[in-house]
């Protein structure tokens, strides 16, 4: 008798990543405005899968003769995986208002449908796999841009494949240890751990491998940043919570050195993004801290500040690209009195900016708390001042960002050409999570694992601490905002940090000539065996192509018997 199909059966037939690679599909191939609806409509078809998708869910498969978890539900995966259809689907409209062409669509659908593989992983093969393809895609989606995009594309592709490679050793030297892929019992100790922490770190921007992001994420398309803000570094903070499920403190520790070290830099940005980018890296690092802290309330703090940071610091980078698409500029410098020229845009600026500054009534204040709270509990005091001066700094670079851009007479006659009407719908619709997170937390807290151990966001003693944290923020942007203005409207980092820039650059040198010399060798290959094969052409009818296809359709048809199987 066949048995009768179940509401499960019916989810896992189509799961949300694979949604995401049709909808790239038809955004090559069909007309522009069909692609986009096609692409919104697939991303937040994401959020009612996971969120109605029974805990347990999972999709398991034996293409290779053993078991592969290509998908799971969980209280890890399913706020993450949420929130991040939410965030892609908002991304993709997002692109559609700022006239991002089909292919950048395309690419970013690939780069968010596998980066949603990444969190709905069940093991550790699937989810190096999904990892490998985040930095393929992401690559590809920041390149296309070209111009001054393509040489921080070849260096995101090296920092990338760097952090691949050590996160691969130690998933090989944890499957000889335990002798599966499965998350359960956490990573294997010592090397294995050691590895994978450093792996994931590249893709977190651990202070030393984070020159990836600010180099990286202002370049593209300004839809191209907003989702590449979204995903990767957010994606790394889910596996380092797979990875130390207990928490390390050199983890703990290495948070508040990028809280730190990320919010001065970012300080001194003067162009909008740059200085949003040093930012992911600053409030990744309050995640990274609550992971390693290894308490149910330090889990419960990391996944609530993901998912809003998600979403705050996605409508930032709508902000500062809607500046860029309306004024052709992103400079502090050049910006100037927008808040009456661009109202509701400095609107969604103000919802954004209070959010990440933790200002009560914004969603930043509640998951901000916790994570401060989790480490109040569980960590040195030394740790817990890291995270507050950490709000200091994000306070004052906030007020930097809108003195400049909004508030201030513009230093010179500023062009502003009209807003899209999609435009202005985006970023109005984006800003509502981080207001409603922040005036119900419950919303939030309901939805998190772990416990968040009964803390009380609008407690008289949190409402203090964040007073105070904002006036001390802003009294230091007043004392501070002549030499800031005085801060040249040139690349920091390549002034403050040439090593790292040279390194960069070497890196991507380096592929450049390696792929040079590959292609080189290949045309001769090429050359030598076509003149020994003259003459014997239907010996030689199959060529790499015709191999490749004959290769791909044999693993299609191993993986279609091991799903019927």
Known sequence: MTPIPTPTDALLAVPPWAAFLLAAAVALVAPRRVGYLVGVAATALTVPWVLFAPAGTALVVSPLGFEQTLLRVDGLTRPVAAVFGLVAALGVAYAYATDADARTNAYALAYMGVSVAAVLAGDWLTLLVAWELMAVTATVLVWHHGGAAVRPAFRYAVYHLVG???????????????????????????????????????????????????????????????????????????????????????????????????????????????????????????????????????????????????????????????????????????????????????????????????????????????????????????????????????????????????????????????????????????????????????????????????????????????????????????????????????????LLHPAAFGLGRGGAALVAGTGRRLGAALADATALGAAAARGRADETRFGLGTTLAVVAAALAVALLLGRLG
């Open 164 to 494: 691949g490679a050590l996160l691969l050793a130690a998933v090989v030297l944890h499957v000889q240890a335990t002798g599966g892929f499965g998350y359960d019992g956490g990573f294997a100790p010592g090397l294995p751990t050691a590895l994978a922490v450093l792996g994931v770190g590249v893709n977190l921007g651990f202070v030393g491998l984070h020159y990836w992001v600010p180099d990286t994420y202002p370049r593209p398309h300004v839809a191209a940043s907003v989702v590449l803000a979204g995903f990767t570094t957010k994606v790394a903070v889910y596996a380092l919570a797979r990875v130390v499920p207990d928490g390390h403190a050199l983890v703990a520790w290495m948070g508040g050195a990028m809280v730190l070290y990320a919010v001065w830099m970012a300080i001194l940005q003067t162009d909008a993004r740059r200085l949003l980018s040093y930012h992911i890296v600053s409030q990744v690092g309050y995640m990274v801290a609550a992971v390693g802290i290894g308490t149910a309330a330090g889990t419960a703090g990391a996944v609530a500040h993901l998912s809003t940071h998600v979403l705050y610091k996605g409508l930032l980078f709508m902000v500062a690209g809607a500046l860029l698409y309306r004024t052709g500029t992103g400079s502090l410098k050049r910006l100037g009195g927008l808040g009456r020229r661009m109202p509701l845009t400095f609107a969604a600026f103000l919802v954004a900016a209070l959010a990440i500054s933790g200002v009560p009534g914004f969603s930043g204040f509640v998951s901000k708390g916790l994570v401060i709270e989790a480490v109040d509990s569980a960590a040195p005091d030394l740790l817990w001042w890291a995270l507050v001066l950490g709000g200091v700094g994000t306070v004052l670079s906030f007020a930097k960002f809108g003195y400049y851009a909004f508030l201030r007479p513009a230093p010179e006659p500023l062009s502003v050409r009209p807003a899209p009407r999609a435009l202005t719908a985006v970023l109005l619709v984006a800003a509502v999570p981080s207001v409603l997170f922040g005036v119900a937390p419950g919303v939030l807290y309901g939805a998190l694992p772990g416990d968040v151990g009964g803390f009380e966001p609008y407690a008289t003693s949190e409402l203090t601490k964040a007073a105070a944290v904002t006036a001390a923020g802003l009294v230091g942007f007043a004392a501070l905002r002549g030499p800031l203005g005085r801060v040249p409207d040139v690349d920091v980092d390549r």
